[in-house]
């Protein structure tokens, strides 16, 4: 079995080392900031239970930030092979750097946070969608356990479909992707940034919305999800993990709706 596809077994650049500590400071953030939503109330599922109604602009702004910092902390981590390796590609190819040694590896980390921005937009009209239908709970969970089994068979069944499939093998070799899509400047870095975002968006589209079965301000759901998508994607072997994953979801969802019933 292999980790990480040997990107940490050679010594690091300036630029590598830059970008990893950016990012371990936005995952920080990120994950500090949950932390507080999540144990101190700061407005969380109760807010978003609470004025979901009105559709107030604040509603928007705070349930968007929240979903957005949700993403950081749980996504980014897995974007930090891509980017080791599209650093070391980049100083190969042009030696100059900006925004203090991060060369343009800064653009393709905004790339891939904008695709996931997108989809925080999502998040966010879907969750309000829920609370009008009062389907969510105070901490922003399914109230029916069939909406959960449901929920989890769906996600199950995706993880043997052919999108899955796809999107994840381009998430867990970056080389390829690079060797055939790359773009040069900043923009190019941007693009390439949003294109893995948007893969990385179609690999884990309904393993995120899991977070309405646990609660959406749920730290163990977090870290759990979080540590799945770095195994699915850091992971190489002839152990499937997405197939077991399926089928632990499958089955979950199953022993739910089969319980309900008695």
């Not at 500590?21 to 609470?50: E, K, P, R, V």
């Not at 399914?142 to 999108?163: D, V």
Request: glycine share 10%; hydrophobic share 55%.
């Amino acid at each position: 079995m292999k980790v990480f596809g040997g990107i940490f077994r050679h010594r690091l650049n300036p630029e590598q080392i830059v970008l990893l500590g950016m990012m371990f400071n936005l995952i920080a953030i990120s994950w500090i900031a949950m932390y507080d939503m999540s144990w101190m109330h700061w407005s969380g599922g109760a807010h978003c239970a609470t004025h979901s109604a009105a559709f107030s602009f604040s509603w928007v702004v705070i349930s968007f930030c929240m979903w957005v910092l949700m993403m950081v902390a749980m996504m980014l981590p897995s974007f930090l092979k891509s980017v080791l390796l599209f650093a070391k590609m980049d100083q190969s190819r042009n030696s100059k750097r900006s925004f203090f040694g991060m060369g343009k590896g800064i653009y393709i980390v905004l790339g891939y946070l904008s695709a996931w921005a997108g989809y925080s937009l999502l998040g966010t009209a879907l969750q309000f969608l829920l609370l009008r239908l009062d389907l969510l709970s105070s901490d922003l969970s399914f109230h029916s356990m069939e909406w959960s089994a449901g929920l989890l068979i769906a996600t199950g069944i995706f993880q043997f479909s052919g999108l899955k499939d796809r999107c994840l093998s381009q998430c867990k070799s970056p080389l390829g992707f690079f060797l055939t899509s790359w773009k040069e400047g900043a923009l190019g870095a941007f693009q390439m940034g949003w294109s893995q975002g948007v893969y990385c968006v179609g690999c884990c589209l309904l393993l995120m919305l899991l977070m309405f079965v646990g609660g959406v301000m749920s730290l163990s759901w977090m870290i759990g999800l979080t540590a799945l998508v770095l195994a699915e994607k850091w992971i190489d072997g002839k152990f499937s993990i997405r197939k077991t994953t399926g089928v632990a979801l499958i089955g979950w969802g199953l022993f739910l709706f089969i319980g309900k019933s008695f």
